[in-house]
């Protein structure tokens, strides 16, 4: 064989791996979501661009999902993908992408969804969560690290009568596999309530607030305040609970 008919051979057979690998279906996807919280079924089109028919992430579900691969990952020594899952009030997208050590990591990440989907909330509390992570490593079912922000709309709880809120925004952190450390306030409601919350990697929560009224309250929201304890005009939040 002369030095031109091997070039061109190599040619060819470097064409024919990279028109494999191009082609790799999205039905090997499930085998890198091993050890982590997500699934995925009715998988189509290929591993670099394609949907699945539903997307959960333990016991949320999403529904239908598709993603599209950002090369520009490669530089960083991992695959970036521009993901995006559910509709409007419950969906998660953002960009995700595994590494060379197996370790997910997502950035400029956004997950919607009402509080009810976690579990039942004590007090009957309600909310629309929207969550900004600016940026999360995770190696298993939870981060060893992440930072972003919360966001609770029109948040209310059973206290025994509706008790409005209003909207709360939160900062949040996990540091070195630890728990999540959120501290929250509230967007101007009828009362000022700040506060902390943990979550553990098990879903355990505890929650302690400090509420104050802003000004004059009816005494329908009076009497509902009654049912906390209070301290120099000051009412104490504090409950705890698991997912």
Known sequence: MTRSSKKLLGIAVAFFVFFLVLNIPAQVIPSFLVGTPANMSGLSGTLWNGAAQDFSVDQLRFGAARWRWKPGGLLAGRMDFDFHAGHPGQQL????GWSVNGKIHASDARLE???TQLGAMPFGTQASISVAIESLSMAGDWPE??????HLADTSMQVPEKLALGDFEGFFRIENGGKLHADF???DGALEIDGTLELDASGNYQVTGLIRPRGRINQRLKNILNF???????YELSFSGSL
Do not use: W
């Open 93 to 96: 997208s953002g960009r995700f």
């Open 113 to 115: 969804l009402p509080l």
């Open 145 to 150: 690290h992440a930072t972003g922000t919360i």
């Open 185 to 187: 306030f509230d967007l």
């Open 228 to 234: 906390m304890p209070r301290e120099n005009g000051v």
